[in-house]
């Protein structure tokens, strides 16, 4: 059994990410390191609802009464994967915009942004 | 039966997910993130949370590396143009 | 960048400390056994008649939240084609650019062939997806990402003309609004009937049909277009100055 593992994975998860943000040298690269870094929550919620055993929270073809997992963290997570693609796109279009007017990707280099 | 599975698919995250962080190019990113966004929709197939699984293979395999890819060609476009 | 690292390896240590001693304290993996979660599993069929919880959860016991969700897409949506869009200073050095030439159908004819293969069967999985919601795993968010992969691969297999003429800019615009007010409008419908907002109003049928679970699946059926179309307009904003060309 997995124990407290999948709690350790998402502190693994969130390090590498922050990792990526703070040595990053490219916008659309420190965006990405930014959606790994979210994949982090999904992992924690999917491990506090998860129960050994159970099956999928779909009755189409099963008894009602059958032992099923959270349902809630599920749609939790649901929401959370459709927000973090329009942050993404969001800070994609900030990124593509930061490298008109300021001419680099690189943050180091933005410092002067002409307004 | 399922334990082993999750094992190889924890130890599959734990690789791939640092592995997106250190490819620096975003064009081999879209490549990296995709395959990362599979793993992780396999985890959730496992852990029975189909409809989660089905929302990420279609945002994290298809939406994210097509936004990242256009997003690398605007700019690209702006920098032949400048020149 | 060293005295980054440093700083951040630091950081990285006392957060590494503190989720320890955090997580410590949480049931291990697979012994889930919260109440709320228990409840709605018991409740949902014979309640919302919908045989997929995840969605009963989603448009119903927490349809506010969803509601909340549609209203981050639509913004995020906006800000990015108002971010993207030219400014009156920049349209002058647009002209010196060298003509953008308009992406033709490839020459390939297995490409071809392929897309026209494509094309029907992701269009209907996307609605299959969409008005099963409330039935088998899938929803308006999975649906309407599959239905919004159609246009790309359109614009992919047949060239950026035959992408306008079934995705125009007009239409993902109204459609992702349309999208977003049909959402609020069936949550009204509830208080027009002296019910609570987002209360069912309509109909239950018998679960596990298509029709079936009331509002969930029309706000399936709200939300796969919104999402769809927003998707849609999202892939359009970062493509838009190749499309501009082909609109003249």
Known sequence: ?115 | ?83 | MKARLVLFGIGALGFAAVWFAGARKLDPMGSYHGAYGEILNAVSVPERHSTNVVSAVNFDYRGLDTLGEEFILYISVVAVAAILRKQKDEEEEDEDEAPTQLREAPDSDAVRLFGVGLVPVTVIFGLYMISHGSVSPGGGFQGGVVLATVPLVVYLCAGAKTYLRIAPPALAKGGEGLGAAGYALIGCLGVLAGKKFLENVVPLGTPGEAWSAGTITLLNLTVGVAVGTGFVELISSFVEELLRKAEK
């Not at chain 1, 059994?1 to 994975?9: D, K, R």
């Not at chain 1, 930014?34 to 919620?45: G, K, N, P």
């Not at chain 1, 050994?52 to 032992?67: E, F, H, L, N, S």
Request: proline share 5%; net charge positive.
């Open chain 1, 1 to 115: 059994m997995l124990g407290h593992l999948p709690y350790a994975l998402a502190a693994w998860l969130i390090l590498w990410g922050l990792y990526g943000i703070v040595t990053s040298r490219n916008l659309i690269h420190l965006v990405i390191c930014l959606a790994v870094l979210q994949t982090s929550t999904y992992l924690i919620l999917l491990a506090i609802g998860y129960k050994a055993g159970a099956v999928a929270p779909i009755y189409a073809d099963m008894p009602a009464g059958t032992v099923a997992v959270d349902p809630v963290v599920q749609a939790l997570m649901l929401t959370d994967i459709v927000v973090e693609a329009t942050v993404v796109a969001l800070l994609l279009a900030i990124a593509v915009q930061a490298h008109e007017r300021g001419g680099s990707l690189d943050p180091a280099r933005l410092c002067a942004l002409k307004g």
């Open chain 2, 1 to 83: 039966m399922i334990a082993p599975l999750q094992w190889l698919l924890f130890l599959l995250l734990a690789v791939t997910g640092p592995a997106v962080v250190l490819t620096r190019e975003p064009v081999a990113q879209a490549v990296t993130v995709s395959f990362y966004g599979i793993v992780l929709a396999l985890v959730f197939f496992l852990h029975q949370a189909p409809d989660v699984a089905l929302s990420q293979i279609v945002v994290g395999a298809v939406a994210l590396p097509l936004m990242i890819l256009l997003a690398v060609a605007k700019v690209k476009r702006k920098e032949a143009s400048r020149k």
